[in-house]
């Protein structure tokens, strides 16, 4: 990328397969543009419904081996709509401390209870399962992949606890369906579980814009007519369904992307743990390289950008105070030279003088 007039290693993106400019998915993007124009023109419900939008709908539901998905035009407006519309006052909503913004933002919309269990752990879980009241709906929610840390959820555990107290669950894998699993299915597919509602992402892995939840019929049904965010807003626009469309052929087919993807991440974490640096639980292509005070994080990310290296630091509140960390994202483009000049470069930084000094308390 270039910053400023200045070439810059980019490692803080969510293009995990590089599709975002990959040939096909612009084809993908100009034929849809050609043959629907710029915009949808309207809702859904009311004038916005293209064959296209439908077509991306049932192409994700066969892919994820769902009955059906819905498109929404965000992420973030998908969990709004799917906890809103599955929980209201009576209910209770069991979400995991780590949950992505637009979940915890989900949650107090929907007016439920909301019980929250320590991260990923899975004793914890079921203590707050145990003691949930006897009466509404309850929906247990959790990300995927946890978007700061890069660790995975236990989903093979939650799962059939899950079911064992009467529990919907919903899954948000922005960061995981295209990335993990031997069919890029995600993270329920490494886990080898089926949910109520499977959340995915199309601003990341697919490289275009927008989201979708795929689900059974009567839960597809129930949002379309009860998810405020899925119905009062303008469909996503014709250029991004059709490169959407065009990425998740290729997300199907190439899976040495995600091999690669994988690989990569690995690299890099292991160069850094290997230098005594601290990458957290991470598993996956999401690598916090976690520093400490922000002062230190940002401190840091500025040198790594002297350095030619474009990454950014999370601060409180992203995470919580003292855990301020730079989070590295690398793609399948990166070539094994790239990541390791990023990693002695940051080793390089993390441990001179001026950040260890940084780093005293
Ligand atoms: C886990 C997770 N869920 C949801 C979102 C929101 O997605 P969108 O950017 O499409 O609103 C993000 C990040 O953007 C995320 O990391």
Same mark, same amino acid.
């Given at each position: 990328m270039q910053v400023d007039g200045r070439s810059a290693l980019m490692l803080a993106g969510a293009n995990y397969l590089d599709l975002a400019s990959d040939a096909r998915v612009l084809a993908g993007a100009h034929a849809a543009l050609d043959r629907? !124009? $710029? $915009? $949808?023109? !309207? $809702?859904r419900l009311i004038s916005g419904n293209l064959t296209l939008h439908e077509d991306l709908e049932h192409r994700l539901a066969r892919f994820l081996g769902y009955a059906h998905a819905l498109l929404f035009s965000t992420g973030y407006m998908a969990n709004l709509g799917v906890l809103t519309a599955l929980c209201g006052p009576e209910d209770a909503l069991v979400s995991d401390s780590l949950n992505h913004a637009s979940i915890i933002d989900a949650c107090r919309l929907s007016g439920a209870k909301t019980y929250i269990f320590e991260h990923n752990d899975v004793e914890d879980f079921e203590r707050v399962l145990r003691a949930l009241p006897p009466r509404g709906r309850r929906v247990v929610v959790v990300d995927?992949?946890?978007?700061?840390?890069?660790d995975v959820a236990p989903l093979a555990a939650l799962v059939p606890i899950a079911r064992e107290y009467d529990c919907w669950v919903v899954v948000d894998d922005a960061h995981g369906i295209g990335t993990l699993g031997t069919s890029g299915r995600g993270a329920t597919e490494c886990a080898g579980v089926q949910v109520d509602a499977l959340i995915g992402n199309l601003g990341k892995a697919f490289g275009s814009f927008g989201a979708f939840v795929a689900c059974g019929e009567a839960l597809r049904d129930w949002l379309i007519n009860r998810s405020r965010s899925f119905i009062f807003t303008c469909a996503i626009a014709p250029p991004a369904v059709g490169a959407a469309l065009a990425a998740l052929e290729i997300v199907r087919n190439e899976p040495e992307r995600r091999e690669r993807l994988q690989a990569r991440a690995e690299r890099l974490r292991a160069g850094l743990r290997a230098a005594g640096l601290d990458t957290g639980r991470s598993t996956t292509q999401i690598v916090p390289l976690i520093l400490g005070t922000s002062r230190r994080t940002m401190q840091l990310c500025e040198a790594a950008l002297e350095r030619g290296i474009y990454v950014q630091g999370i601060r409180y509140p992203s995470v919580a105070e003292g855990s301020a960390r730079l989070r590295l994202t690398p793609t399948c483009a990166h070539r094994e030279s790239d990541i390791d000049s990023c990693t002695s470069a940051l080793i390089d930084l993390a441990n001179s003088d001026a950040f260890r000094a940084e780093a005293a308390p």
């Open positions: 629907y !124009g $710029a $915009a $949808a023109g !309207g $809702a995927g992949v946890y978007s700061m840390d890069g």
